[in-house]
C-alpha cells in the first residue's frame, strides 16, 4: 500500500506545473456553491413551491 503511494506522490512530484491543479479544483468548488447559494437566496417563492410540489403532482402520471 505505501509502495504505491510513494510511487504516486514521487510521479506527481516530477510533473511541472501540477500544484495549480488542486487550486482550480477547490476554486471550481467554491465558485459553484456561492452560485448556488445566491440562487437559493434569490429564487421566487412561486417556483420553488412549484418545483418542490412536482413529485406530488398525479396529473401527469402515466402506467408504464
Known amino acids: 500500500k505505501n ?3 510513494k ?3 514521487n510521479h ?3 510533473i511541472v506545473g501540477i500544484e495549480i491543479y488542486p ?3 477547490l476554486l471550481i468548488f467554491f465558485i459553484f ?3 448556488l447559494f445566491y ?3 434569490t429564487a421566487k417563492k412561486d417556483y420553488i413551491t412549484t418545483v418542490s410540489n412536482l413529485p406530488l ?3 401527469n402520471d402515466t402506467l408504464l
Open 3 to 5: 509502495v504505491m503511494l
Open 23 to 25: 487550486i482550480i479544483s
Open 57 to 59: 403532482d398525479n396529473e
Open 39 to 41: 440562487w437559493v437566496l
Open 12 to 14: 506527481m512530484e516530477s
Open 7 to 9: 510511487f504516486v506522490k
Open 33 to 35: 456553491f456561492v452560485v
